[in-house]
């Protein structure tokens, strides 16, 4: 399914390595999607391309980026858009899982882990918004968490980054809209990927190709919000709805 009626979308995916982007830029590549990739990893970035290209990609073009370097953002943004024209899709897909305890016990793990998951990803949002606004089409697609939802023990460094970036989002949701620019937040629960990899499992996890379908999904259809199952808006709804007083003294 193209997002336009008259020809494939032309889609634009930062931290295109990471299990969930590639899930759902197979999605895209299977309509015969322009895609333009990002990632860290020069080698790991030209197999997903090469990837893609045999499951259907019109064209697949890609470029080193680490959205830490805040220099480099523009550039890439600059050449993606060289390179595909306007872009009907972007989704964010960069970030790390930081170590809860090493982050409590040294500042600078902290520091290292908002600035990748927080601070790289506002600049980065703030110059795809304006390029989407000046267009006035798109959508802006963001990989967030439930994790932002509510600040937790065991993970509240990670917790904090994605609130504030999803906090960033209803405000750009806000201001686009006027423009025909749809803000999509996307909040996956637990899901089996490489950087859960040290996670013990359980039920709630899911695997990464439902997340990417579900992801292809709600861009498609033009969503604000959506959960990753369906099943962590209720669980979240409880969760944010405790008292401070007996969230405290639960072990999560």
């Known amino acids: 399914m193209s997002l336009r009626p008259d020809a494939p979308a032309r889609v634009l995916i930062v931290g295109a390595t990471s299990a969930i982007a590639g899930e759902t830029a197979k999605e895209f590549a299977k309509n015969g999607a322009h895609l333009f990739l990002t990632g860290r990893n020069a080698g790991h970035l030209a197999a997903v391309a090469d990837d893609?290209?045999?499951?259907?990609?019109?064209?697949?073009?890609?470029?080193?980026?680490?959205?830490?370097?805040?220099?480099?953002?523009?550039?890439?943004?600059?050449s993606a858009f060289a390179t595909l024209g306007e872009?009907?899709?972007?989704?964010?897909?960069?970030?790390?899982?930081p170590d809860q305890e090493r982050c409590q016990e040294r500042v600078e793990e902290t520091v290292?882990?908002?600035?990748?998951?927080?601070?790289?990803?506002?600049?980065?949002?703030?110059?795809?918004?304006?390029?989407?606004?000046?267009?006035?089409?798109?959508?802006?697609?963001?990989?967030?968490?439930?994790?932002?939802?509510?600040?937790?023990?065991?993970?509240?460094?990670?917790?904090?980054?994605?609130?504030?970036?999803?906090?960033?989002?209803?405000?750009?949701?806000?201001?686009?809209?006027?423009?025909?620019?749809?803000?999509?937040?996307?909040?996956?629960?637990?899901?089996?990927?490489?950087?859960?990899?040290?996670?013990?499992?359980?039920?709630?996890?899911?695997?990464?190709?439902?997340?990417?379908r579900g992801i292809h999904r709600a861009i498609v259809r033009r969503k604000d919000v959506v959960y990753l199952p369906w099943f962590w808006r209720p669980i979240m709804g409880v969760l944010t709805s405790l008292p401070e007083k007996v969230l405290k003294r639960l072990p999560i």
């Open 87 to 97: 872009i009907d899709v972007v989704l964010v897909a960069h970030g790390t899982l």
């Open 112 to 212: 290292k882990a908002l600035q990748v998951n927080f601070t790289g990803t506002i600049a980065l949002l703030t110059l795809l918004a304006n390029r989407l606004q000046s267009q006035r089409h798109g959508c802006l697609a963001v990989i967030g968490s439930v994790a932002g939802s509510r600040g937790r023990r065991t993970n509240y460094v990670y917790g904090a980054a994605k609130g504030g970036v999803e906090i960033f989002l209803q405000g750009l949701r806000s201001r686009l809209f006027q423009c025909n620019v749809t803000v999509l937040t996307i909040k996956p629960g637990f899901v089996d990927t490489p950087m859960t990899a040290g996670l013990k499992k359980n039920l709630l996890f899911a695997d990464a190709g439902r997340i990417g």
């Open 52 to 78: 893609l290209r045999v499951r259907g990609a019109a064209r697949v073009e890609t470029a080193v980026l680490d959205v830490a370097d805040l220099t480099s953002q523009g550039l890439v943004i600059e």
